[in-house]
């Protein structure tokens, strides 16, 4: 899935991310039995000892994890709505009710990398805004007054356990996506750009 979002209406929505699922080692343990078979034999004259081969015969046991596949859910699109050219910088915060937001689910309580990949700026056409990307992220509630801000969000990975909304042997975590763009004197129209968010565990 990627997101792209359109603007004027200030607008950025989600098309596509990219998702890659965990993977578990194996665990081998192994179990041996041993039985061993005595011969005595005894003559008039002479005493001799003689033992039969040892017979071997060992089991192993293979047990692997499963982990709940990752999955991401895009619950809104980062919008700046409706502005008027030549008006400088408008900003959504991260609290803000416009302030994008992803949801990412996967197994409770393992770690997941999310790495951020958003537009330099917004386009139409031949036509730009600057835009500076925000970041943050909440791993143990949806509370995005008690997210970790990502201090530079481009190309910058964070690496967080799922652990809220615990069901099952599912937790999860929240991203949101917030921002300013720099409204300079440019053409009327729909202004758009893509934010990626890459999620993997291992």
Not at 166 to 185: D, E, L, P, Q
């Amino acid at each position: 899935m990627k997101w792209k979002e359109n603007i004027e209406p200030v607008n950025i929505q989600v098309e596509k991310m990219k998702i890659k699922f965990s993977k578990y080692s194996t665990n081998i343990s192994a179990k041996s039995r041993l039985a061993a078979f005595a011969v005595l034999v005894f003559s008039l004259l002479l005493n001799s000892s003689v033992y039969a081969q040892s017979s071997f015969t060992q089991s192993r046991s293979i047990s692997i994890g499963v982990a709940v596949g990752l999955s991401i859910y895009v619950n809104r699109a980062l919008n700046f709505g409706t502005v008027v050219a030549g008006t400088g910088v408008h900003s959504v915060a991260v609290t803000d009710a416009n302030t994008g937001k992803v949801t990412i689910s996967g197994q409770w309580n393992r770690t997941v990398y999310v790495t951020l990949t958003p537009p330099a700026s917004l386009v139409n056409g031949s036509d730009s805004l600057a835009y500076t990307p925000g970041a943050a992220y909440n791993n143990t509630a949806d509370n995005p007054s008690a997210a970790t801000v990502w201090a530079s969000p481009t190309g910058r990975q964070a690496g967080f356990k799922l652990r809220a909304n615990r069901s099952g042997s599912t937790g999860k975590a929240f991203v949101y996506i917030f921002g300013s763009i720099n409204v300079v004197s440019v053409p009327p129209g729909n202004y758009s750009g893509t934010y990626v968010v890459a999620v993997s565990y291992f």
